[in-house]
């Protein structure tokens, strides 16, 4: 079944919406989502603490014609709209004679235990793509006839939440209507909701900034140091929690949990642009940090994966 022409008016419509932006337009990745690569069999299953950890496997889903297909259509429709695009396909066959680069501690009382990046982790690292569109359909026989359904999903790349969705299906419709014509028609009564839903979002982080979660993890080293330790006359917690409120955006961030080894901080809203001017991930706000801990004679490890989860651990003297 020709699927390439599925997302084609709903892919017009977003790359409309994100063009109107000021200043450089966000880059854009379109990956199959969970649902679309279980129903497919292109997935992992791994058993880890009695838990089922369903991952992914792109490389083989992006062998899939349809999902091919249907990128290529996306990606040309961004690319003629002014939106860059980081096409995974493509990268991935380059990367196929690079190694991975994974950062793997084995001592989880040092360095918090395994943090290998996952392949989805890896991927965000490597290819930075500011938005991720999830794309996913099926098609439900009904005697002779059909009914289809397609969904989109736009995730910030950073936080991983959910700017915005649209799911649509067709009514029984006639073999001898084209799977294309009939989600079309579904999609579009709901897509002036659903680009409303991106330009606010985006609104939003022009003025609050991105947002990312930071961990800062104290492990057993034989230095004596926690967070409710003094350094220079102020608790090591205070100074951290300090240092976040000078450096957020409008001082926005919260502590999750917070005790004498580990501290983690959840929507910490940081500067679109560093002080020159280049493009602040996670990793390069927790450096700051680790210079701003060194001045004050504490040693520390950046061990950030992906976008938009800063790690600082084995904060020691």
């Not at 104290?218 to 100074?239: M, R």
């Not at 240092?243 to 500067?271: A, G, L, Y």
Request: proline share 3%.
């Amino acid at each position: 079944m020709n699927v390439s022409k599925i997302l084609l008016s709903s892919a017009l419509l977003i790359a409309g919406v994100l063009f109107m932006e000021a200043g450089a337009p966000p880059t854009v990745m379109f990956l199959p989502d969970k649902t679309w690569c279980n129903a497919n069999n292109y997935v992992d299953r791994v058993e880890k603490n009695g838990k089922t950890r369903i991952t992914e496997k792109y490389d083989e889903a992006f062998l899939n014609s349809d999902l091919k297909n249907v990128v290529v259509q996306l990606n040309g429709l961004m690319k003629d709209n002014g939106l860059p695009v980081k096409d995974y396909g493509a990268t991935s066959e380059i990367d196929d004679e690079e190694e991975m680069e994974e950062e793997a501690y084995n001592d989880d009382s040092q360095s918090g235990g395994d943090l290998a990046e996952t392949t989805y982790e890896a991927l965000l690292n490597k290819l930075r793509p500011d938005i991720i569109i999830k794309i996913g359909w099926d098609v439900n026989k009904v005697g002779f006839n059909y009914t289809m359904s397609y969904r989109l999903e736009a995730l910030d790349s950073y936080s991983g939440k959910s700017i915005a969705q649209v799911t649509a299906e067709t009514p029984v419709t006639k073999v001898t209507i084209p799977v294309a014509a009939a989600l079309k028609s579904a999609a579009t009564e709901h897509m002036s909701a659903f680009v409303g839903r991106l330009q606010d979002h985006f609104d939003d982080l022009q003025t609050n900034g991105r947002e990312i979660t930071v961990t800062c993890r104290i492990g057993d080293n034989g230095s004596g140091v926690n967070f409710n330790s003094e350094i220079g006359g102020e608790e090591l917690g205070t100074i951290i929690s300090d240092w976040m409120n000078d450096n957020t955006v409008n001082h926005v961030f919260s502590t999750r949990n917070s005790t004498r080894n580990r501290i983690k901080f959840e929507q910490v809203r940081i500067p679109f642009k560093d002080a020159n001017g280049r493009n602040m991930q996670a990793k390069e706000f927790v450096d700051q940090l680790k210079r701003h801990l060194r001045n004050k004679g504490l040693k520390s490890e950046n061990t950030t994966k992906g976008l938009g989860a800063g790690r600082l651990y084995d904060i020691c003297q």
